[in-house]
Nanobody, 126 residues
Framework: QVQLVESGGGLVQAGGSLRLSCAAS????????MGWFRQAPGKEREFVAG????????VYSDSLKGRFTISKDNARNRVYLQMNRLKPEDTALYYC???????????????????WGQGTQVTVSS
């Protein structure tokens, strides 16, 4: 099993930045991809960004590309989400997820991930 713990959320003004961190533990050698999702109240959980754990290729939600950057530190078993120029509509609970089975492409659907963290709240004030 893989355990994921997110951190770095908080309250920020519109236009500001936050960096989220996700620490993976357990059987981390089984990780193929890592992803970030978010869920606002009353809305579906949506894909934000994903990264190949071994190779480092990345994919983004088209609507967020350019403001958000995903990165990783394999030595520390961590994945990060740098969020810039934040908007009130970015307010959500942000989740880290891991895919533990092989896939040639980084999954963009929540069903494509096997392990989830508890989430970290990001609130952007106007």
């Amino acid at each position: 099993q893989v355990q994921l713990v997110e951190s770095g959320g908080g309250l920020v003004q519109a236009g500001g930045s936050l960096r989220l961190s996700c620490a993976a533990s357990g059987r981390t050698f089984t990780i193929y991809h890592m992803g970030w999702f978010r869920q606002a109240p009353g809305k579906e959980r949506e894909f934000v960004a994903g990264i190949n754990w071994g190779g480092g290729s990345v994919v983004y939600s088209d609507s967020l590309k350019g403001r958000f950057t995903i990165s990783k530190d394999n030595a520390r078993n961590r994945v990060y989400l740098q969020m810039n120029r934040l908007k009130p509509e970015d307010t959500a609970l942000y989740y880290c997820a891991a895919r533990l089975t092989f896939s040639p492409q980084i999954a963009r659907l929540r069903e494509g991930y096997d392990a989830w963290g508890q989430g970290t709240q990001v609130t952007v004030s106007s």
